[in-house]
């Protein structure tokens, strides 16, 4: 993958800002992969700037978001659909309609409705290749490597699908529910590593000493399912922006 140190999360902002800018204007219905988290912000909120400025129609610009917990209704302020919602749908103007995520079909299914769950994944990777597929898929990297919730042991061939969370990624995410682990659900439906990989282009943002490692592994180990972002090494249209913290450990 190309490799891009940036001073910070703002800067990397601008990069992705510009990028899907000049998309939108020259491809309409252009079809965006949207990741939830923190390391994404910044860029959603600088291409707000750009579609405001500009005065970019984006009514026809469609999303389809990586992850959702099982479990959590729509309307659960901590599901990704009203994250996503709340962080791209609201600030860039997008049609509500057009945005996708997950869980949308299941709104709250619990664990038990196995059925349904099952088939929401490969549903979703099928809406996917019926909007067109993804243009550019926009992702962070946990620390230990995960992509979406593809935690490492993942399969590179993966598509979407339901996952159990492990033990860490539900204890980082607590403090989202009370601080209480009990609330954070224990599945998840993930756009699969081999649905992001067919994305035309990704943009993996990391800032910070915490993802140091993790981009290393990613960039310079080998491919491998223990390190699902390394991943992006087979794709031939890969960009990971960071700032110096998260380069640190780069050869
Ligand atoms: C988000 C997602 C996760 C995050 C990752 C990094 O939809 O799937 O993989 O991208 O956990 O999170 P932040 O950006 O908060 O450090």
Same mark, same amino acid.
């Given at each position: 993958?190309?490799?891009? @140190?940036? &001073?910070?999360? #703002? #800067?990397? /902002? ?12 020259? $491809?309409?219905?252009?079809?965006? *992969? ?14 707000? $700037?750009?579609? $405001? ?13 990586? =992850? ?24 860039? /103007?997008? %049609? !509500? ?15 038990? %409705?196995?059925?349904? @769950? ?16 993804? =243009?550019?898929? @926009? ?19 993966? *598509?979407?699908?339901? $996952?159990?969370?492990? #033990? ?9 529910? %009370? ?12 756009? *699969? ?14 800032? /910070?000493?915490? &993802?140091? #490692? ?6 310079? /180990? *080998? ?12 794709? !031939? ?5 960071? %700032? ?8």
């Amino acid at each position: 993958p190309e490799v891009i @140190i940036v &001073k910070n999360q #703002e #800067e990397a /902002g601008e990069l992705y800002a510009r990028s899907v800018a000049d998309l939108i204007k020259s $491809k309409p219905n252009a079809v965006l *992969g949207l990741a939830t988290g923190s390391s994404p912000l910044a860029a959603y909120q600088a291409l707000a $700037k750009i579609v $405001k400025d500009e005065s970019i129609d984006v009514s026809n610009v469609q999303g389809f978001a990586l =992850d959702e917990y099982i479990g959590l209704p729509l309307t659960h302020p901590e599901s990704y659909h009203a994250t996503i919602h709340r962080t791209v749908v609201e600030p860039l /103007g997008l %049609d !509500p309609a057009k945005v996708h995520v997950p869980g949308d079909v299941l709104n709250g299914a619990p664990l038990e %409705d196995g059925e349904k @769950i099952a088939a929401a994944g490969p549903a979703y990777d099928k809406a996917i290749a019926e909007a067109g597929g993804i =243009d550019v898929q @926009i992702l962070g990297i946990g620390t230990d490597g995960h992509v979406g919730f593809n935690e490492p042991g993942s399969s590179i061939a993966s *598509g979407t699908r339901i $996952k159990t969370l492990v #033990e860490q990624t539900r204890i980082d995410n607590a403090r989202f529910f %009370d601080n209480d682990i009990n609330q954070v659900p224990t599945h998840c439906i993930t756009q *699969g590593i081999g649905t992001i990989l067919k994305a035309r282009h990704l943009v993996l943002l990391a800032f /910070g000493e915490g &993802k140091a #490692e993790a981009i290393a592994e990613t960039v310079e /180990g *080998g491919v491998s399912a223990f390190c699902p972002a390394s991943a992006l090494q087979l794709h !031939p249209h890969a960009t990971i922006i960071v %700032d110096e913290a998260a380069a640190s450990r780069l050869r």
